[in-house]
């Protein structure tokens, strides 16, 4: 464990810790403590300090823990054999892009580059959300493969509702909302050939706690899962048993979608779709287009009636807003 994770270990509880104690636990000194605590505001933490205290974080933070989530996993943690926990990375997406290993699973605390669909940051404080990803690997390219995203919406909408989360909607392809605000995002990669084996990585980024200053480059509505817990008055799991039921239904996921593609998730996201019969707008290079939202196909193409025709839309080629929303 390097300094910077023993001084965030040491902080994470939110109780007061002198400087003298916390150089001593780094073995550096009390200069170098306070240089590095003024570190801590880049990655999304913010430190309080005060004279004869010492210094705290202004939230305690739920550190990640492997047991933990697996523990939360039972029976299906058996199933992913390779699952690491980072303290700060570029991206999880990337990283598991980079490896051939399957299934496996990697989350982070923090990312430097966390990314978005059609190559959008993705805002990721410290401690703050959930960031992390799954990768899987189907025997043969599945036919309806454009469509596991909204497949991988419904798993996760699913258990956060489960979960307490009541009012979790989707928004094709690849959001959970939460009264027309972001809650959480999926971006799904592959590689593989036609005939042959095909690997995917499923990264998910869920908004948990995120606090208005930690979220303030964000340039969409945006809700924290903490306040949909709020407003439901449920109580919120902490973010290792959070992060162990997630994974766990995105491994009953994949299974069911390597036996049935869609079909099987096709009704169910029917019912948590937000923007059926509203008045969308279809942003894409060769030009807007409006219309109404009319569900999806069994592929997971967007159907949208436009001047009176009802027209396919698929994932790669545009972005959808609600006519006059964001």
Known sequence: MDRAQRLITQLADGQWHSGEALAEV????????????QALADIGLEVESRHGKGYRLTRPVDLLRVDAITAAMKAHASKLPSLEVATSIDSTNARLMQLDNAP???LAEHQTAGRGRRGRAWCSPFGANLYFSLAWRFDSMPPQLPALSLAVGVALAETLTDLGAAGTGL?????????GRKLAGVLIEHRGEAAGP??????????VGMTASQGNEIDQDWV?????HA?????????N???GQLLKALLQCLEQFATTGFDSFHPRWSTLDVMRNQAVRL?????DVEGVAQGVDRHGALLVQVRGERQRFFSGEVSLRAVGGA
């Open 171 to 179: 928004k094709w392809p690849n959001d959970l909302l939460w009264h």
């Open 283 to 287: 942003q894409q290079e060769r030009g």
């Open 224 to 228: 924290s899962l903490a306040e949909v």
């Open 241 to 243: 048993a959070l992060a």
């Open 198 to 207: 095909c690997r995917v990585v499923i990264g998910v980024g869920l908004n």
């Open 231 to 239: 407003a439901a008055d449920t109580v919120m799991p902490d973010r």
């Open 26 to 37: 780094l073995e550096v000194s009390r200069a170098a403590v306070w240089k590095r605590l």
């Open 104 to 106: 496996a699973a990697l």
